[in-house]
Each structure stands twice: as C-alpha cells, then as structure tokens.
C-alpha cells in the first residue's frame, strides 16, 4: 500500500527510543506484528555514525525504518521556518 503526506499506510508503526534497539524488544514487537518503527532521538546524538549504527542494526531484522526524527525539533517553529536559531 502506498503512503502519502506521512501517513504509514495502514502499517502498524511504533515509536521506539534508540536504547531500546535490542533483539529481544525487535522480537517482541515483530511478534505483536508492527511492520515499521520510527525512532525518536536528539539532535545531539544524530551523529551520521550514530544514525548509520542505527540503520544498519535494523537490517535483516523484518522491521522496516518509517523515519528517524529529531524529537527537540520536531515542533520547532524556528526550524520549520528555517528562522536563526
């Protein structure tokens, strides 16, 4: 099913903490049957290793990436504007 506007499609998503990225947590939420996660992190810890640690440990896992977002500037008004922080 295609998505649009950032809807998933009627896949079951959860949101999960980059600490909670562990094969027993991936198991249980496969066995609930969550197709996609989306993970939640500062802008502080979005290093391009870090978020490449967190892709490839993913990887093989059945459990597809919805998105990765940084939580402290999500709702950002500055940052939606693209205003001087």
């Known amino acids: ?14 949101n999960i903490g980059p600490q909670e990225l562990n094969q027993e947590r991936l198991d249980f939420l496969m066995s609930l049957g969550v197709e996609a996660i989306e993970i939640r992190l500062s802008s502080n810890e979005a290093s391009r290793e870090y978020l ?13 990436l ?6 402290n500037v999500y709702n950002s008004t500055s940052a939606a504007l693209d205003l001087p922080q």
């Open 52 to 64: 490449e640690k967190i892709i490839d440990g993913l990887k093989g896992t059945g459990l597809e």
């Open 66 to 71: 919805h998105e990765i977002m940084l939580e």
């Open 1 to 14: 099913m295609e998505s649009f506007d950032g809807s998933t499609g009627g896949r079951i998503l959860v």
